[in-house]
């Protein structure tokens, strides 16, 4: 079974510290790995895509992605108030058109 | 704008009834999707469409039902046979390449 693991947390990080988010998964069939952002209530945003090995950044965001280690991170450098969230790490699997989600990480940023 | 619409955002039903929740987007996507999220947990897959007039069960079909009749439209049944009706459920689509998921705003449904 496909399975996806993140740190629950709460993590929480100074305002202006880096956050680091982390997710694993199972299957070595993973095609494209995605960051979405859940505020409270809310349905989920994507803030990042990353397919290949290595650093993808977006503004304050960075994916990190290591297939051999079958490891997906995500920093935020200069964390704000408004970061706060849960953060899901999502895996695609190119047959089937199949995404397994993690459980999610609960960022708090204290300002 | 394209995007993903889902109605209504909240929703009350009495045990024991059928509701119908609506997704409807103009993306132009093939395949779509409903997750259920209770509070503090992550989405669980209900059931997902690739193509119309086909459908296959997530990890949690029971007491739910869809039908897929229009690429643009992908509704769900909560059944009185789903216990815990009460939760959020998202509905999704993408592409068929290495596209993400496009989420709904979501529908709040509360069972009593």
């Known amino acids: 079974q496909k399975e996806v693991e993140q740190n629950s947390g709460p993590l929480s990080v100074p305002e202006g510290a880096i956050a680091s988010l982390n997710c694993t998964y199972s299957?070595?069939?993973?095609?494209?790995f995605f960051w979405y952002r859940q505020y409270s209530g809310k349905s989920p945003e994507l803030i990042m895509s990353?397919?290949?090995?290595g650093d993808k950044e977006d503004g304050r965001f960075t994916a990190q992605l290591n297939k051999a280690s079958q490891y997906v991170s995500l920093l935020i450098r200069d964390s704000q108030p408004s970061d706060s969230a849960t953060y899901l790490c999502?895996?695609?699997?190119?047959?089937?058109?199949?995404?397994?989600f993690g459980p999610g990480t609960r960022l708090s940023v204290l300002p | 704008d394209g995007g993903i619409t889902q109605s209504p955002k909240y929703l009350f039903r009495k045990e024991g009834q059928n509701v119908t929740l609506s997704c409807e987007q103009n993306?132009?996507?093939?395949?779509m999707y409903w997750y259920r999220q209770d509070p503090g947990q992550g989405l669980r897959l209900i059931y997902y469409?690739?193509?119309?007039?086909?459908?296959q069960k997530g990890d949690i079909a029971e007491g739910y039902s869809v039908s897929r009749e229009k690429k643009e439209s992908f509704p769900l049944t909560v059944t009185s046979a789903q216990k815990n009706p009460t939760a959020f459920y998202l509905c999704?689509?993408?592409?068929?390449?290495?596209?993400?998921?496009?989420f709904g705003n979501g529908t709040r449904l509360t069972v009593t």
């Open positions: 999704a689509s993408t592409d068929r390449d290495e596209s993400p998921l496009h």
């Open positions: 299957d070595r069939g993973s095609q494209s």
């Open positions: 990353i397919y290949s090995n």
């Open positions: 999502a895996v695609k699997y190119g047959y089937g058109q199949n995404f397994v």
């Open positions: 993306l132009n996507h093939d395949a």
């Open positions: 469409s690739q193509i119309v007039n086909d459908f």
